[in-house]
């Protein structure tokens, strides 16, 4: 596609299930970065591949969070045991090679934990 | 964590009018990014100064950056009503690391 697309757009999920958000980068973008995003907050990183590895994965707030990107493209956000304080719009970017240059972001996928 | 921080917090002006908005950073950098973001929208691009600027246009746009005081603004002139939305600012000091944004300023052009 011409921009970056994340699945699903919106995800209502139960305390304690296991979530997965999917994003499919600009084709021929080797960096992808997953944000979180609270309302009335900025973006908050979670974690960043360069190709199929995690080159930063910092942000990621406990062990209940997980990422791939197993094939250098799409890439899977993966929450275990969901929790309230997890709600929030999860932003997928994608760019040509790496921070240095623009960041093309996805329109997000908003997960409520109830 | 945050690394930039944007001022103010929130911006309502008059449609024509120019906007101005500041971002104060902490560390080091390999360059400054500005997006905007549409309510319940991703973040789109806008403008990128890279730290041997210290001035760059697009457009109504022009984005300044003083990496002396560790600042930069981003000034929207004639603003339209179609300029409403909200403004990060987001640094990275190599390509190796995140872009790592701020809190953002809320801006309101009214027609």
């Known amino acids: 596609g011409a921009g970056v697309s994340q699945t699903p757009s919106n995800k209502v999920t139960e305390k304690g299930k296991y979530v997965e958000l999917r994003c499919d980068p600009i084709?021929?973008?080797?960096?992808l970065y997953w944000y979180r995003q609270s309302l009335g907050q900025g973006p908050e990183f979670l974690i960043y591949?360069?190709?199929?590895?995690?080159?930063?994965d910092s942000g990621l707030p406990n062990d209940r969070f997980f990422a791939v990107r197993p094939e250098g493209s799409v890439s899977t956000l993966k929450i275990q045991r969901t929790e309230r304080g997890d709600s929030a719009v999860y932003l997928c970017a994608s760019s040509r090679t790496d921070s240095t240059g623009e960041l093309f972001f996805g329109e997000g996928s908003r997960l409520t934990v109830l | 964590s945050q690394q930039g921080e944007e001022d103010p917090q929130a911006l309502s002006i008059q449609e024509g009018e120019n906007a101005t908005m500041n971002c104060s950073y902490k560390t080091s950098i390999n360059n400054l990014q500005w997006y905007r973001q549409n309510s319940g929208r991703g973040l789109v691009h806008l403008i990128l100064i890279r730290s041997n600027e210290r001035e760059k246009h697009s457009g109504r746009l022009r984005v300044t950056l003083d990496t002396s005081k560790k600042s930069s603004s981003l000034l929207i002139t004639a603003s339209r009503a179609a300029d409403t939305a909200s403004y990060f600012c987001?640094?990275?000091?190599?390509?190796?690391?995140?872009?790592?944004f701020g809190k953002g300023t809320r801006l309101s052009v009214i027609a």
């Open positions: 591949f360069q190709g199929t590895g995690a080159a930063d």
């Open positions: 084709s021929g973008h080797t960096a």
């Open positions: 987001a640094t990275t000091n190599s390509g190796n690391t995140p872009l790592v």
